[in-house]
């Protein structure tokens, strides 16, 4: 019991299993009814079966009342998976309606935000869901039945776009994972990333590489396409990029302090250490990162600070001076805090 409502489950009819003949003069209750209880529909079972937890539940004064509002009007088919909003005490067909209500429908979702990383998504999406997290590792440890783009060459890591997914009875850790692989792909077409890739001689999968950087590094959505001219700058130059994003990703770890042993660490992900690209996203970017990634800001920057994360104020620049006066700023920002 929470804040009132009770949870019930129960079982969705999809098609009465045997053909159940009107009983006469069946115990039913008169009215719309009162209080409240969640009832959980899932699917595979009989309307008779509903019926029977629906009156245990006192939503329905008897099974035979709900399974002859569902066959008098031709509904074994029409009943859905998830929780509804019931009243107790209500007439057999007004517990239809609202079972046929959508707006009688309580919807369980799980929002996974912009720059996650795998870990961190499995995690968030196992806690919101049920699922156990094993399920979610043993997916991604397969990745074949996710259906991943052909250039993510397996790598899941950059490919569960951030959004909010909707989760019924029987979801699946696998299915969850291909709906937000589905997901991406539909963002892949809307910013044109297979064909605009190529112009900044990238592969796809390169492409959604910086876009991670750039959602990691970034503040404000309007910053993201001057952080990804920055990299583009770099890597027209063959320099090293020391993104501290790399860094942090090698690490695991969170962090606005990095420290000159940190860029020392012996990672592929280290762009301090290693010249271009790491060879896989550090995160899942939302839109504007991979927007941003394929259309770069006009500029000549060639470092760019975060002075304020707080108010995520990032300062641009060309002029090795300025760049120090700004990390000097952000330096005095993390002392104060």
Excluded: C
């Excluded at 509002?69 to 107790?88: D, N, T």
């Amino acid at each position: 019991m929470a804040g009132g409502v009770a949870l019930v489950t129960v079982a969705a009819v999809f098609g009465v299993r045997s053909v159940l003949r009107p009983v006469p003069d069946v115990e039913d209750f008169v009215g719309a009814g009162s209080g409240a209880v969640i009832v959980e529909i899932i699917p595979g079972q009989s309307a008779g079966e509903i019926g029977e937890t629906l009156r245990r539940a006192g939503v329905v004064a008897s099974t035979q009342s709900f399974v002859q509002a569902v066959v008098a009007r031709s509904k074994e088919g029409s009943l859905q998976p998830g929780r509804y909003r019931m009243r107790r005490g209500m007439a057999a067909a007004s517990a239809l309606d609202l079972l046929l209500a959508p707006t009688s429908r309580v919807m369980r979702t799980v929002t996974v935000p912009e720059g996650m990383r795998l870990s961190e998504v499995l995690a968030t999406l196992s806690a919101k869901s049920d699922i156990p997290l094993e399920d979610f590792t043993r997916a991604v440890a397969r990745p074949d039945g996710l259906r991943l783009p052909a250039y993510a060459g397996g790598v899941v890591e950059g490919f569960l776009f951030p959004a909010t997914y909707e989760i019924t009875p029987g979801t699946t850790a696998q299915g969850l994972l291909a709906a937000m692989i589905d997901r991406f792909r539909q963002a892949a077409r809307d910013v044109r990333l297979e064909r605009l890739a190529p112009r900044y001689n990238l592969t796809p999968l390169q492409a959604v590489t910086l876009a991670s950087i750039v959602q990691a590094e970034g503040g404000r959505d309007s910053d993201y396409p001057k952080i990804a001219r920055v990299v583009y700058n770099r890597l027209r130059r063959g320099a090293k990029l020391e993104m501290d994003s790399t860094v942090n990703y090698a690490l695991r770890r969170h962090t606005l302090k990095v420290s000159v042993q940190d860029t020392k660490v012996d990672s592929p992900y280290n762009t301090y250490a290693r010249p271009g690209l790491p060879p896989a996203p550090i995160g899942n970017p939302g839109e504007s990162a991979l927007r941003a990634a394929l259309q770069p800001a006009k500029g000549d920057w060639y470092w760019f600070v975060t002075t304020d994360p707080r108010r995520k104020i990032t300062k641009f620049t060309d002029k090795e001076t300025e760049f120090r006066k700004y990390r000097e700023e952000l330096n005095r920002y993390l002392g104060a805090n």
